[in-house]
């Protein structure tokens, strides 16, 4: 598949400096990726319009056609008249029908980690399409969610057989997994530089952790939204902002926006090769601006 697929062009940066010097040189291509965009979507739109584009889907291995729809999208977000869609979430391969980050996470993974068929992978989600891809190819693959107190962590739930765990008290062996897999979960951890922890503990030497989080990119500190107090309760330091939860239709609380200093954190725990990847792509539809995916070492 990788001579068939477009090479996905990235660029990695690690500080909030060299970010500030890439996007300097990116003014010029950021109103050219915007001017694309902007031209795929029709000029009369609702909740209810959805529209393709064409395209490479990595995932399939072939030409494709992109379905996109206005689920998801901030009403505010509008450019030259047009409002815009959830990109990330919402560009979906009409073979796979998986969207913009999923087909993109696992592009990289495969593409750019060049992870093989026996290695040992965890990713800190199950119910989901990205879990059912990634087990048809990796036979080794382990996934889970956090069922809190349902069942103890590390026993898998009868009726479901979903695993149960805390990504801040995994219940691996050590140096258990050649590859992590974890996607818009830290930012719901009120202490994650424990989760970042125990990922770094389960790790194998040279192993990988790829992961997405909602970040601010000229940001040096990380935007604390919400903390726990010291009697347990939620103290909301900004509007309370939910996320998407397939064991709850209550949504997740989100704790942070990260931003560069997370790195930092990253390497205070032992990770090297820290780095934010940012990268788009019409052809393999990645839209949206600067997708970002981060990757750590250990």
């Known amino acids: 598949m990788f001579g068939l697929a477009p090479k996905l062009d990235v660029n990695s940066i690690t500080s909030l ?26 000029n009369d739109t609702s909740i209810d319009t959805s529209f ?46 998986l969207n913009n980050r999923i087909r993109a996470s696992i592009q990289f993974l495969e593409q750019r980690l060049r992870a093989k068929r026996s290695d040992s992978i965890y990713i800190t989600e199950q119910y989901t399409p990205l ?6 190819k990796y036979a080794s693959l382990v996934g889970s969610e956090y069922l809190g107190e349902k069942i103890p962590f590390g026993q898998i739930d009868e009726a479901s057989g979903v695993r149960n765990e805390s990504i801040s008290k995994l219940t691996f062996p050590s140096s258990s997994f050649d590859y992590i897999l974890s996607f818009d979960v830290f930012e719901h951890v ?64 989100c704790f942070y926006h990260f931003g560069w200093e997370m790195l930092d954190q990253l390497q205070d725990v032992g990770f090297n090769q820290v780095q934010a990847h940012f990268f788009w792509s019409k052809k393999l539809g990645y839209l949206g601006g600067d997708q970002i995916l981060f990757s750590a070492s250990k």
């Open 17 to 42: 400096a060299e970010y500030l010097s890439y996007s300097e040189s990116m003014t010029g291509k950021y109103q050219d990726r915007q001017t694309v965009e902007v031209s795929l979507i029709p």
């Open 52 to 97: 393709v584009s064409k395209g490479f889907c990595f995932v399939c291995g072939k030409n494709t056609n992109f379905h996109t729809d206005f689920l998801y999208s901030d009403p505010n977000h509008v450019v030259d008249g047009h409002q815009i869609p959830n990109w990330r979430e919402r560009v979906l391969c009409e073979r796979c029908k």
């Open 131 to 136: 879990y059912a891809h990634l087990k048809t």
């Open 190 to 253: 009120p202490e994650y530089s424990i989760a970042l922890e125990e990922c770094f503990r389960c790790l194998n030497e040279g192993g990988t952790l790829l992961f997405s989080v909602p970040f601010i990119t000229n940001s040096e500190a990380n935007l604390v939204r919400a903390r726990v107090d010291d009697q347990g309760g939620i103290q909301h330091i900004f509007e309370p902002e939910y996320h998407g939860d397939p064991t709850s239709a209550d949504g997740c609380l």
